[in-house]
Nanobody, 121 residues
Framework: EVQLVESGGGMVQPGGSLRRSCTAS????????MSWVRQTPGQGPEWVST????????FYTASVEGRFIISRDNAKHTIYLQMNELNPEDTARYYC??????????????WGQGTEVTVSS
């Protein structure tokens, strides 16, 4: 069974940084793109970033471009999200996700349990 174990959430002051981790098991990690997704109550999910199997980022949503960095370590089956220059608008529950989550193979999409990130003074 696919498992995605997340860590690194919490509270941080505006302008601060936070590093998220997601360790995967139950599937060949190095053969799947991975994403970070965030969601606020009553809102649909927003794809924050997606990284391809080579560890290269393929997408950042405009609001985090230049502030967040996605990376992965295939040997450790782990994906990371470095979040810098955080602002209150970044407050959300953040999830890692095994792609694809759109298109004809979206049945393969899996989300982790998510962790709250709160940016507040």
């Amino acid at each position: 069974e696919v498992q995605l174990v997340e860590s690194g959430g919490g509270m941080v002051q505006p302008g601060g940084s936070l590093r998220r981790s997601c360790t995967a098991s139950g599937f060949p990690f190095d053969q799947y793109d991975m994403s970070w997704v965030r969601q606020t109550p009553g809102q649909g999910p927003e794809w924050v970033s997606t990284g391809n199997t080579a560890g290269e980022s393929t997408f950042y949503t405009a609001s985090v471009e230049g502030r967040f960095i996605i990376s992965r370590d295939n040997a450790k089956h782990t994906i990371y999200l470095q979040m810098n220059e955080l602002n209150p608008e970044d407050t959300a529950r953040y999830y890692c996700a095994k792609e694809p989550c759109q298109g004809p193979s979206k049945r393969l999409c899996r989300w982790g349990q998510g962790t709250e990130v709160t940016v507040s003074s």
